[in-house]
């Protein structure tokens, strides 16, 4: 598999955001529709969290009650409705997608913990609630929420999942099946996850060996696919060794990538490829872009834009991936982009061209899913009399066009009159200037200042920008930080 431009349908985004009367056939096929005829090449449907948006036989479905009460929220009474009026809509997505020439997957949520600080909630199923003693940490807080993911060491987990798994299987007949382990990332007992990892292992190999049962069933060729934390170190740290998994033979596509607090505009697909060794040439590596981009753990988030995509595609190919996975980037509400850009970027996609004709921005954010101990790249916030330095990859460098440092000020004193210094790769900047438009830039930025780059300074690859605020004036305090190419 080569050249996947991926978009994955969670579990709640269709049945939440439409009115009732769209529950229906047209309704289905219409969704499915907008994808027609565009650079989407799959599209990943996601049935379950605990529970399932349809009438699963293995486990609630989203709608059923609990304690007695059930649930009335828009996702719920959406699902219902279909179910009672006879419609799967997994079964018809996948039938809709084979008729417009998309490739039909199910992504399958291995641990999903939304609202796990309030065990009444109606997203949670009973196999969780009635089992504590099976959380990652027995009986644990909610705060985190990963106290309460369940941990795979129990073969009791472990058999309530592959249940599910088979229900999948049997139930639907799609190209592929993704085992999401980054929904929440964490799946085994605090501080042993590398050592209790190969339980993980052996789940994904019997995953496998019951999705070959069902492809010589089906007639055709059913794929695997894991997403996993975007560095191989982390991703082995945490149990989710998926250089492992692809060199044993089990998965066709990889997924590294962040959970959700932030996007990661640094992962490193060479290194993905350099450790898969022979694999490389049968696993396909799609790095996946999320909703936020975030500059450190506490800072304010921000919606990624057209322009964020196009630069994380841009390092991405540079890197080696010649596919890419969006998450999140849903066609309504969850989408970080308005409707125009969206239905652009539908239309264009994220290819070597399209991310060479736009402007494209590279955003300093870090690494949100790591093992204790392993570095997370933050190097936000930064004050500005000492400086910081960031190392960013930028793909491809234009050969016309301009290339600008952008960094975004917190409030402070002075900040509306403040002024920075700066070099690309020992090329130094030329001087500040105030950016007009803020409102893209995170970390609780008030002020914004771009200074310029010649283009001849910029490396297809890795490049170090050095950034300080001029002595004698008032102390700043840097919170955003990207390199913004407009050829």
């Known amino acids: 598999m080569r050249n996947l431009f991926v978009i994955n349908e969670d579990d709640s985004h269709f049945f939440g955001t439409r009115p009732p009367e769209q529950m229906t056939l047209a309704g289905l096929q219409n969704f499915i529709d907008q994808y027609a005829g565009t650079a989407v090449t799959h599209l990943f449907l996601c049935p379950n969290a605990m529970r399932a948006s349809f009438r699963s036989r293995t486990r609630e479905a989203i709608w059923d009650p609990v304690d007695g009460k059930e649930p009335t929220d828009r996702w719920p009474a959406n699902g219902k409705r279909l179910a009672e009026a006879g419609l799967d809509p997994y079964a018809i997505w996948i039938a809709r997608c084979r008729e417009k020439e998309i490739s039909p997957w199910l992504s399958m949520r291995m641990n999903d913990l939304h609202n796990a600080d309030t065990t009444s909630n109606y997203l949670h199923s009973s196999f969780w609630r009635l089992h504590p003693e099976f959380w990652r940490v027995p009986n644990g807080s909610g705060s985190p929420w990963t106290n309460r993911a369940l941990n795979y060491v129990h073969a009791e987990v472990r058999r309530h999942q592959m ?154 190919r540079q890197r080696g991936a010649d596919s890419l996975y969006l998450f999140n980037w849903m066609d309504s509400e969850t989408r970080p982009v308005g409707e125009d850009d969206y239905a652009r970027l539908l239309r264009e996609g994220l290819g070597a061209d399209e991310v060479r004709k736009g402007p494209r921005r590279h955003p300093v954010c870090f690494r949100d899913t790591v093992p204790a101990g392993f570095p997370n790249g933050v190097c936000l916030p930064v004050e500005g009399p000492a400086g910081g330095s960031f190392r960013l990859h930028l793909g491809p460098r234009p050969t016309t066009g301009s290339l600008w440092a952008v960094v975004g000020l917190a409030q402070r004193e002075g900040v509306a009159t403040a002024s920075l210094t700066g070099t690309l790769n020992s090329t130094t900047l030329g001087p500040a200037q105030p950016v007009s438009e803020i409102s893209h830039f995170g970390g609780g930025t008030v002020h914004a200042l771009k200074l310029a780059a010649p283009l001849a300074a910029m490396r297809e690859g890795s490049n170090e920008l050095v950034l300080q605020q001029p002595a004698g004036e008032p102390a700043q305090q840097l919170v955003w930080v990207e390199i913004r190419i407009e050829p």
């Open 163 to 316: 249940d599910f798994v088979d229900e999948l299987l049997e139930r639907y007949d799609a190209d592929g099946l993704e085992l999401d382990w980054m929904r929440f990332g964490y799946h085994l007992t605090p501080g042993r996850e590398r050592e209790e990892g190969q339980v993980l292992t052996a789940f994904v190999r019997d995953v496998r060996s019951r999705v070959d049962a069902w492809s010589a069933k089906r007639g055709h060729r059913i794929r695997l696919a894991a997403r996993v934390p975007a560095h191989p170190d982390a991703a082995a740290g945490l149990g989710m060794d998926g250089v492992q998994w692809a060199r044993e033979g089990l998965v066709d596509l990889l997924v590294p990538c962040p959970f959700w607090t932030t996007s990661d505009f640094d992962i490193p697909v060479e290194l993905w490829y350099e450790r898969l060794g022979d694999a490389a040439a049968r696993v396909t590596v799609a790095p996946g872009l999320e909703f936020n981009a975030r500059p450190w753990p506490a800072g304010a988030a921000v919606a990624n834009d057209l322009e964020a995509a196009r630069g994380f595609a841009a390092a991405c």
